[in-house]
């Protein structure tokens, strides 16, 4: 008798990134759709379904309808009416054992999006959801929910990714990622681009936006969400576990902060409103006109905690960029008046830190944590964008977790396009200062970083904190125990040519930090 590997029914064959091929990329188990009765739309389930903030006894289930999802209008092809959705989660692919059933409408108002929000689940299981609309199936998702609260957890598998431009390659991170079958997907930021890419045509640019306009309005923000969900190794990925996301810049506008116009107001509402109806997230985190509560915790076991925050919502205006230069604005970078996360989101992470009922905390975020220093001056200034434009909000942070007596934090980053690790200090200029934590950067998925080039040896001189750098596309994977935390730097082969066959993932280099002991090590 042939066993059936379990793994490979999970994971599937992959195929062609098109709208109309999505489902042949998702695991075997998923491509479950069958017509039941003459439907109203044409398959409304062109976006695949998802999952995420995964609970103890609850975990978000997520899909839109949308038989034509780049239509310009951002209905994605949905009539002005309202369509009955059913769901449904089992215990097996085959929906043998359903354990939970209900329906829900979808409505024009919020693009035909729906949130399930299940309770009474059991923790720590492996659960299958999907739905019906119109007398169409969608794929299959599979999900998990978190051990209950202080349950022993001896491993945590988790993949992080950021920056996925849609003209700029195809997603063979995500084929990774699949591949990997990780108990959880952060994702920290830059989910699609509001502007089309800034490459030149030499620069071979794979893919093309449905309108290259900057994105501005409801309808565009619901349309560019729209096309990069019709990407087919995206949907598995959504597919195979929990996501956990969080929002950058792109989302809404390049280097958007705190400080708002009537403008700028009005599109943020629009980009928060999209963000929400295209991501599996709460509805807590619903927005409310030009603000959406999008910082949280969420728990697995007694062994990982993770702080999700929001670092663009509430921050200070960012100051002129110093170039490098000491001056005013490198003063005001350092003043104690400014914050990156605002003084409410800053109160509640320390309040936060208080308590410590897991042996590693993740703190999940959008930009550059630890110090660059181009040239070893202390003086001088860069990077106003990243935490260091914000140099006392992280003192407080950094200060906060050594005070309370954290014993492993560790930040997770995306933004840059670039993998880095570095270790953690207080003062960066001071190279024997004590290591208080470590820093690990995702590289974009696509997003690209042609124009920088590989630290120097002088510059590494003057960043002994900084372990690793590589300008390659890919992924983090992490594997936590209650002894270790293990960083794998997962590489992708060229992001502008799609042939499934070719695909390459590998792991460039890993890092580990032990229990107890801050400090990257490579292994």
Avoid at 197 to 223: C, H
Avoid at 485 to 493: G, L, P, Q, V, Y
């Amino acid at each position: 008798m042939v066993q059936l590997n379990r793994r490979k029914v999970l994971l599937g064959g992959l195929a062609a990134v098109t709208a109309t091929a999505a489902s042949a990329a998702l695991p075997s188990w998923a491509n479950a759709r069958t017509t039941a009765a003459a439907p109203a739309v044409h398959d409304p389930f062109q976006l695949g379904v998802a999952s995420g903030d995964p609970l103890p006894d609850s975990v978000v289930l997520w899909t839109r309808l949308a038989p034509a999802p780049l239509n310009p209008d951002g209905f994605g092809g949905m009539p002005d009416a309202t369509y009955a959705v059913d769901w449904e989660i089992a215990n097996d692919a085959a929906f043998s054992s359903i354990v939970q059933s209900g329906s829900v409408s979808a409505a024009r108002a919020s693009a035909h999006s729906v949130h399930i929000e299940p309770t009474g689940l059991q923790p720590a299981r492996e659960y299958f959801y999907r739905f019906k609309s119109s007398g169409y199936i969608s794929p299959v998702g599979r999900t998990r929910t978190a051990p209950a609260a202080g349950a022993a957890v001896n491993q945590l598998k988790y993949c992080f990714s950021s920056c996925q431009h849609w003209e700029e390659g195809y997603y063979h991170a995500y084929k990774g990622i699949v591949a990997d079958d990780p108990d959880l997907v952060l994702f920290l930021g830059d989910y699609i681009y509001e502007k089309k890419s800034g490459r030149t045509a030499q620069d071979r640019n794979p893919r093309s936006l449905a309108f290259t306009e900057d994105v501005t309005t409801l309808a565009q923000y619901r349309a560019r969400h729209a096309q990069h969900k019709t990407d087919a190794d995206l949907q598995a990925a959504h597919a195979i576990a929990p996501w956990i996301v969080v929002f950058d810049d792109h989302e809404v506008m390049n280097n958007w902060n705190g400080t708002t116009s009537p403008a700028t107001a009005a599109r943020k509402a629009a980009g928060f409103q999209a963000f929400y109806e295209n991501t599996p997230i709460r509805s807590t985190a619903k927005p409310n006109g030009a603000s959406i509560q999008l910082y949280r915790q969420l728990m697995w076991g007694n062994l990982a905690r993770f702080h999700m925050l929001d670092t663009r919502q509430y921050r200070s205006a960012q100051v002129p960029d110093p170039a490098g230069d000491a001056g005013p604005a490198c003063a005001d970078m350092r003043s104690t008046s400014r914050s990156i996360l605002g003084a409410t989101e800053e109160a509640w992470l320390l309040k936060q830190f208080e308590s410590h009922p897991a042996t590693w905390d993740f703190l999940g975020q959008q930009v550059f944590f630890a110090t660059k220093d181009a040239d070893g001056n202390k003086a001088t200034c860069e990077n106003n964008d990243s935490w260091q434009g914000y140099e006392a909000s992280r003192n407080r942070i950094q200060q906060g977790w050594v005070d309370r007596k954290v014993a492993n934090p560790v930040v997770l980053t995306g933004d840059v396009h670039r993998h880095w690790a570095a270790d953690l200090r207080l003062d960066y200029f001071d190279h024997s200062d004590p290591v208080i934590g470590s820093e690990l950067v995702t590289t974009s998925v696509t997003s690209n970083s042609d124009t920088a080039g590989a630290p120097s040896a002088a510059w590494y001189a003057n960043n002994p904190h900084v372990k690793y750098c590589k300008g390659e596309r890919g992924y983090v994977r992490v594997t936590t125990t209650p002894s270790q935390t293990r960083a794998d730097f997962m590489t992708t082969s060229d992001v502008s040519v799609y042939d499934p066959a070719s695909v390459v993932i590998k792991n460039d280099v890993s890092y580990v930090v032990q229990a107890g002991k801050p400090g990257l090590v490579r292994v």
